[in-house]
């Protein structure tokens, strides 16, 4: 598959849906930084129903996916951040934070959310 921009696009307004659904559940359930042991679980699930493989427990609760394309000649690597700030949500939305006291207000959740999405595009065009 080629990758221009019109193929981009139509690519993300697929799983746009999904991505903001993983955001949101991200959102839901923060943990700060050191201690983000079910975020790090949900990233695996995540990252098993794609069949993508990964390394876990990077530095604590670092997750690192591997996708390989057509040929090994270059390297891609992006990445995102997955803890949560020691803040109260005050929002009133209703995918706000469960946990008292802790919530994505850094963007964090969304970060991840994206990297996951490129993922799942990565992977379906991968060969």
């Not at 993508?52 to 394309?69: K, L, Q, R, S």
Request: net charge negative.
């Amino acid at each position: 598959m080629t990758f221009d921009l019109n193929t981009v696009k139509t690519e993300i307004e697929k799983i746009y849906d999904e991505v903001v659904a993983i955001r949101r559940e991200i959102h839901m359930h923060p943990e700060v930084g050191e201690q983000e042991a079910e975020t790090e679980k949900r990233i695996c699930k995540w990252l098993d129903d794609l069949e993508i493989p990964y390394e876990n427990h990077i530095a604590g609760h670092g997750v690192c996916a591997t996708i390989y394309g057509q040929n090994t000649d270059h390297t891609v690597a992006i990445r995102a951040d997955i803890d949560a700030l020691p803040v109260q949500e005050a929002t009133g939305l209703p995918y706000s934070s469960k946990t008292p006291g802790v919530m994505h207000a850094c963007g964090h959740d969304m970060h991840t959310a994206i990297l996951l999405g490129t993922a799942k595009i990565l992977k379906e065009n991968a060969a």
